[in-house]
């Protein structure tokens, strides 16, 4: 009983503050912005929610009562299910939407905008409407929003820590600033992803690429409560804060771990290695698989990443070492780091630079020397060390100088698969994927891309596979002078680029798996990697 008062109490007062409120039998929903007789210019952004029993197929945009586009929906928003909390399923549902479009389409003056929610019966409701006044005469400042930290509460932050985010303006995004206590700490690294941004505001091109991203260094700041801002600035020199945050920061040397990432190899790769050959001689004992070979002919599997720490104010965080993880057990490390005369640079070695790291991590100790890179022999842990052919687990251990690690990319690490060159009388197929990358999102049709090459055998096929499924073989023979250049030896290493057009709208708006495999002429395959992506298309 009580609950249908407090209900009845709840709607009474919001009708009381917001008049424009929709109610149709289970249907509620609003338009947040913008105004009623606000004056609008540049991109004009409609934000509201809309709920029903019934699920939402989609909402969608009028002006003049012209229909323009879908909105982007199901976005969260914590204040609606706060508002009902004994509203029908409030918890599983996502009640927002976003959408946008350019003033200068329309001709200066008095205009209307028009939401209207379908719902899957076929019902549809409008979900209000907004008189709107355009002056294209007005330079709109920038607009956009910051998705970490989120709105949930105080955020705790150590170490390094992420804000991202998306940012627009008519008129081009020039720099994206961070601020703590309004003091700037660094500019974010801008131009990402975001195709839901892109489905939110078509009219806008840039959006599609419109995200940003900083990492920030937590021990340039005291412990404690701060508040935290990003500021956009537009190329007309134009400023907006598009959102702040209450931040905590707790920083000490046990929470301050090393951190990175492993680039090569991708996870599920096929790693071979020279297992007919004697077992090498080295002049240390007992003999350790961290010595490199002196054969020039054996394979060398190379690992590559980065790797960054940070320290309190009483060090400076610097890494320390790196080591190379098989199963658990170190095979490689960085105190070995020597040249070698067989692959002609450096191996087992911490200090490789790193460029497109110290672009995210400007203030960091290390950063524009934060890679490092191993040359594993894998024929010579089969043969002199006793790894069994077959599945093994690959991570990377990071140490800083206060003796603090942390493991990458992370404590499961990696899944790869060890074989022999004398097992199949044939080398492995090796290759990379370059799109799409690590948790990125895409929607449309979208380009795999990435290069294979067979050191004897030949490359005969790339099939694409996406969840395990087939989705058919990717266009090979494309020119890569980059392939070419670290495989010299290699025939056809300059014509080893593939690309393979894939429809995402056949996906479900989710996580997904791409898997690369490579048939050679021979009739071996072998997977060169797979890379989790994720989709996001307009309803």
């Known amino acids: ?128 409407r907004r008189a709107v006044v355009i002056d294209n005469s007005v330079n709109q400042p920038p607009f956009g929003s910051i998705d970490i930290p989120d709105t949930s509460g105080t955020f705790n932050a150590s170490g390094s820590f992420p804000v991202t985010g998306w940012a627009n303006d008519v008129d081009g995004v020039a720099r994206i600033d961070v601020l703590a206590d309004n003091l700037v700490l660094q500019a974010a690294a801008y131009g990402d992803p975001r195709p839901d941004v892109g489905n939110a505001f078509p009219d806008l091109p840039a959006a599609q690429f419109s995200g940003f991203v900083a990492f920030i260094d937590s021990t340039r700041l005291t412990g404690g409560i701060h508040n935290l801002t990003v500021r956009v600035t537009d190329r007309l020199g134009l400023s907006r804060i598009i959102g702040q945050r209450t931040i905590q920061v707790f920083n000490t040397t046990a929470n301050l771990r090393p951190f990175g990432y492993l680039d090569e190899p991708l996870r599920d790769a096929t790693l071979y290695g020279t297992c007919n050959n004697p077992p090498e ?67 087992n070695c911490y200090g490789i630079p790193r460029f497109d790291v110290s672009r995210y991590y400007p203030t960091y100790p290390d950063a524009p020397r934060a890679g490092y890179v191993f040359s594993l022999d894998v024929g010579r842990l089969i043969t002199d060390y006793h790894y069994p052919v077959g599945s093994h687990t690959m991570k990377i251990r990071v140490g800083d ?126 997977i060169i990697g797979s890379v989790d992506f994720y989709t996001d298309n307009p309803k």
């Open 1 to 128: 009983m009580w609950r249908w008062v407090t209900r009845g109490l709840s709607i009474g007062c919001l009708l009381a503050f917001f008049p424009s409120l929709v109610f149709a039998e289970d249907f509620i929903g609003r338009i947040d912005t913008p105004l009623e007789g606000e004056r609008v210019s540049g991109m004009v952004v409609i934000k509201g929610f809309a709920l029903d029993t019934v699920d939402i197929s989609r909402v969608d945009l009028y002006v003049d009562d012209q229909f323009q586009f879908p909105a982007n929906i199901n976005i969260p928003r914590i204040d609606v299910i706060q508002s009902y909390p004994d509203w029908a399923g409030i918890q599983t549902k996502q009640p927002g939407f976003q959408v946008g479009f350019t003033s200068n389409r329309f001709p200066n003056g008095a205009h209307t905008i028009a939401v209207r929610a379908v719902l899957q019966d076929g019902r549809a409701i409008e979900v209000g």
């Open 281 to 347: 001689t080295c002049n240390v004992s007992p003999c350790r698989p961290t010595q490199v070979p002196a054969t020039p002919n054996r394979h060398l599997t190379p690992v590559r990443g980065w790797a960054l720490d940070l320290g309190t104010r009483s060090d400076t965080g610097r890494v320390a070492y790196v080591e190379l993880m098989i199963d658990g057990t170190r095979v490689l490390s960085t105190d070995d780091c020597q040249f070698s005369a067989a692959t002609g640079t450096y191996v």
């Open 401 to 526: 100088q206060e003796q603090t690690f942390g493991e990458i990319p992370g404590t499961s690490g990696i899944p790869v698969f060890f074989t022999c060159q004398s097992d199949q009388q044939d080398f492995a197929s090796l290759g990379y994927i370059d799109f799409p990358n690590k948790q990125d999102f895409v929607k449309g049709t979208v380009t795999f891309s990435g290069w294979a090459i067979d050191e004897n055998g030949g490359v005969s096929t790339v099939e694409i596979r996406v969840d395990g499924v087939l989705a058919g073989m990717a266009l090979y023979g494309l020119v890569r002078t980059d392939v070419a250049a670290a495989y010299p030896t290699v025939v056809n290493s300059l014509a080893s680029g593939w690309r393979f057009n894939f429809d995402t709208t056949q996906l479900s708006d989710s996580k997904h798996r791409l898997t690369v495999e490579v048939l050679d002429n021979r009739g071996h395959r072998n």
